[in-house]
């Protein structure tokens, strides 16, 4: 690994290993990393780069265990804050756990969700993250987004992003739009009130999902709706398949929930992609259900995982 500090002075490596930025903590080697510091910085690499792999904390995505030929833009440098009155403006690769920890601080109620996510907020508004029956979308007000097809920095409402379930304009289309930063509207309220939201949702977490001890991407599934409009628990139909412990090489589903697939020893991409077609096909044959993945994937895969891939792909 070779650090190439030219570029604009951005900082950046040569054959860089990526297994600490990502949270299922799995080897995947990127021809060229960039760390950019600021909005200027990210935008210059489109001058150079005609597609750039955009990585915030890596918490929802599955890298090749070939290697990422685009070169991986990675933003967890780019994290200013910025609070007035009730008005939050945040760079894409802020943690969204810091950002939930500054609102308390300043008694500003609505991202009690953010605690205990191990995303960026660039990645949570691509991604629409949510929990707790809130979503990073309730409260933004704008974001600054960079346009890779008209090569330059749009202005972009709420309504722009197209919002829904855990999708945005952003992740329909991967190589097209990147979140610089984002302007949020939260609401003056007492900190106890806060706080007690935080506990409850940190003591939620701590019941329902694997902590990072245990690498892993999050849900692997989104919980699926039926015709009739009944909501079901992905991670329950898993159960019911008896998948509970499943493991393929290093990878395996979470013995305590079904819509968690853990890297418990040195995983490939090969091994995640086996259990998560296994889970699928299985809730499929026996329920006649297609669960839809909320996982997203960075690099060249191998052409068995490409078509398992293809299979699950909905959208
Ligand atoms: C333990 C655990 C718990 C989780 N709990 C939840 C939960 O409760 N709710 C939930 O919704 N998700 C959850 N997730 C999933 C994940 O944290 C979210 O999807 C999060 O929004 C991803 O953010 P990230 O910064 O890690 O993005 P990454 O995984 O780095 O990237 C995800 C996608 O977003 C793109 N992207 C990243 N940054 C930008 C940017 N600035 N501009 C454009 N595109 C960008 C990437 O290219 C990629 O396509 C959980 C994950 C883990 C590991």
């Not at 890298?63 to 440098?77: A, C, F, N, W, Y």
């Not at 628990?233 to 079904?258: F, I, P, Q, T």
Request: with cysteine; hydrophobic share 35%; glycine share 6%.
């Amino acid at each position: 690994m070779n650090c190439t500090c030219s570029r604009s002075n951005i900082e950046s490596y040569e054959n860089f290993e990526l297994k600490n930025f990502n949270t299922l903590k799995m080897s995947s080697v990127a021809d060229v990393a960039y760390f950019v510091k600021n909005e200027a910085q990210l935008c210059s690499l489109f001058e150079k780069y005609e597609k750039l792999a955009i990585l915030g904390a890596g918490s929802n995505v599955l890298l090749s265990s070939l290697g990422v030929r685009e070169p991986v833009v990675i933003t967890k440098k780019m994290s200013e804050i910025s609070l007035r009155k009730n008005i939050v403006e945040v760079e894409a690769g802020a943690s969204a756990q810091k950002l939930s920890v500054e609102a308390f601080k300043n008694s500003l109620c609505g991202f009690e969700f953010l605690i205990g996510l191990p995303a960026t907020l660039g990645g949570a508004v691509a991604m629409n993250a949510g929990a707790h029956e809130q979503c990073i979308s309730d409260f933004l007000l704008s974001a600054r987004v960079y346009d890779t097809k008209e090569k330059k920095v749009l202005n972009f409402t709420k309504e722009d992003f197209n919002f829904s379930y855990r999708n945005s304009i952003v992740k329909q289309n991967p190589q097209r739009y990147v979140v610089l930063s984002a302007k949020f509207e939260l609401e003056k309220t007492d900190k106890s009130l806060i706080q007690e939201k935080m506990e409850k949702n940190t003591a939620f977490r701590k019941k329902v999902q694997p902590s990072l001890a245990l690498p892993n991407l999050g849900s692997v599934f989104k919980n699926p709706t039926l015709p009739n409009g009944e909501k079901l628990s992905a991670g329950m139909l898993v159960d019911k398949c008896g998948l509970k412990g499943y493991r393929s090489g290093g990878a395996g589903v979470w013995e305590n929930h079904g819509n968690f697939v853990i890297n418990y020893d040195n995983c490939s991409s090969n091994d995640y992609t086996n259990v998560v077609y296994k889970m699928y096909d299985s809730v499929r044959e026996k329920f006649d259900i297609e669960l839809e993945c909320e996982i997203v994937r960075l690099g060249e895969f191998s052409e068995s995982e490409e078509e398992k891939w293809k299979i699950m792909k909905k959208d």
